[in-house]
């Protein structure tokens, strides 16, 4: 079995709305299943928000959680801070931090940063909402 539940919040205020949003999203999973040793029941999940502070300006923070389906007591979460920069509608530079810590495997912790630059080429049709 598996279930979920999305949430997002979208602020816009109509005077500022090229110079200031708001975006929260969360999602929340369950996942049930029969083992061999009966019923194993993880959760997993995220929630991330963006803050638009100028023109073409973010900062968001990311936090992810997750159980192994296999063994739930096998845990982990990351927690992501970003700074987005839009040259222009068509492209997007990122410079995100990622903390990751779980609690089996060799690795129980790793940080990594990451630059990301999306380009869209070609027409497109601007979001419905």
Do not use: C, I
């Amino acid at each position: 079995t598996l279930a979920a539940l999305d949430v997002t919040y979208r602020w816009r205020p109509p005077r500022e709305g090229l110079y200031r949003s708001f975006l929260w999203q969360s999602e929340l999973f369950l996942n049930r299943r029969q083992m061999e040793t009966g019923t194993a029941t993880s959760w997993g999940g995220y929630t991330f928000a963006r803050y638009q502070w100028d023109r073409r300006w973010y900062a968001g923070l990311r936090l992810d959680y997750a159980e192994r389906p296999e063994e739930p007591k096998h845990r982990s979460w990351m927690l992501t801070p970003l700074v987005e920069f839009w040259p222009s509608e068509f492209h997007r530079v990122r410079l995100q931090y990622s903390h990751l810590r779980q609690n089996f495997g060799d690795e129980k912790k790793d940080d990594r940063f990451t630059l990301q630059w999306t380009v869209t080429l070609g027409p497109h049709r601007p979001e419905p909402f």
